[in-house]
């Protein structure tokens, strides 16, 4: 079974950037979906972004325009690239892998911390 784990989280900013690394311990080349979660203190588990093998990518209507999701399979790797960063964004994310579209393997997660 694949592991995920989170690195790039910390604090920033607002207005500021952080690119999020989720570095697979298998090739992720045969994943057809994975994607970013984050959890705000006192909130639910929210997605962020998603992508697919094919390179499709959806994102939450609150991070649209701001972030980025990638993925490089050579690598092993999926990216989030983070813009304009708000206090609103500060959260856990963490990495996941979906299986038939279900969220089934996260990361430990990594925290972001946006100051005002």
């Known amino acids: 079974q694949v592991q995920l784990v989170e690195s790039g989280g910390g604090l920033v900013q607002a207005g500021g950037s952080l690119r999020l690394s989720c570095a697979a311990s298998k090739s992720i080349f045969g994943i057809n979906v994975m994607g970013w979660h984050r959890q705000a203190p006192g909130k639910q588990r929210e997605l962020v972004a998603t992508?697919?093998?094919?390179?499709?990518?959806n994102y939450a209507d609150s991070v649209k325009g701001r972030f980025t999701i990638s993925r490089d399979n050579a690598k092993n790797t999926m990216y989030l690239q983070m813009n304009s960063l708000k206090p609103d964004d500060t959260a856990v994310y963490y990495c996941?892998?979906?299986?038939?579209?279900?969220?089934?393997?996260w990361g430990q997660g990594t925290q972001v911390t946006v100051s005002s």
């Open positions: 996941v892998k979906y299986n038939s579209y279900v969220p089934n393997i």
């Open positions: 992508i697919t093998s094919t390179g499709s990518t």
